[in-house]
């Protein structure tokens, strides 16, 4: 399943700030809440889901990292780690690979600009099929109306 929200929104090249460009884009397509204002960028950048995100998928991006891994590093439980790993896998953004018995995972592709590509094609083809939906609906309705 493809879960992302979808927020018309201004580009937000907000600084030279890695840390609050991808907060507000992790913000923006609904993986952590709303920013608001007042948002204390510092800590956000010590959340795990931030860290798990900038840390280990963005500036490792080509790094398959198992989850024994990832939770020491983040100093993380194992239901908190795959509560974030299954947000961005059902976003499409990360690729998961089996090694032996051990499952692993990076960033799709390796690359964000590639997964982020991934992320287009699947929001395309949301938006196709609730257009033939509405479409159906329009057909329907017109066929059904009394004259």
């Known amino acids: 399943m493809f879960?992302?929200?979808?927020?018309?929104?201004?580009t937000r090249v907000v600084s030279e700030d890695l840390d609050r460009n991808v907060a507000y884009f992790l913000s923006d397509i609904?993986?952590?809440?709303?920013?608001r204002p007042d948002t204390d960028y510092q800590t956000i950048s010590r959340a795990s889901y931030f860290r798990l995100f900038?840390?280990?998928?963005?500036?490792?991006?080509?790094r398959y990292w198992?989850?024994?891994e990832l939770m020491t590093y983040l100093g993380i439980s194992r239901t908190?780690?795959?509560?974030h790993l299954n947000k961005l896998k059902g976003m499409d953004i990360l690729e998961e690979t089996q090694e032996g018995k051990t499952k692993k995972y990076r960033i799709r592709?390796?690359?964000?600009?590639?997964?982020?590509?991934?992320?287009?094609?699947?929001?395309?083809?949301?938006?196709?099929?609730?257009?033939?939906?509405?479409?159906?609906?329009y057909?329907?309705?017109?066929?059904?109306?009394t004259p």
Not at 80 to 83: C, D, E, H, K, P
Request: positive net charge.
């Open 80 to 83: 908190t780690l795959y509560r």
């Open 30 to 35: 609904g993986y952590i809440p709303r920013l």
């Open 139 to 145: 057909e329907l309705a017109s066929s059904s109306r």
């Open 109 to 137: 592709s390796g690359n964000l600009m590639r997964a982020w590509n991934w992320v287009e094609i699947n929001l395309k083809m949301a938006i196709e099929n609730y257009r033939r939906t509405v479409e159906r609906i």
């Open 66 to 68: 198992s989850a024994e």
């Open 54 to 62: 900038k840390e280990c998928f963005i500036l490792n991006p080509e």
């Open 3 to 10: 879960k992302m929200s979808v927020v018309s929104v201004p």
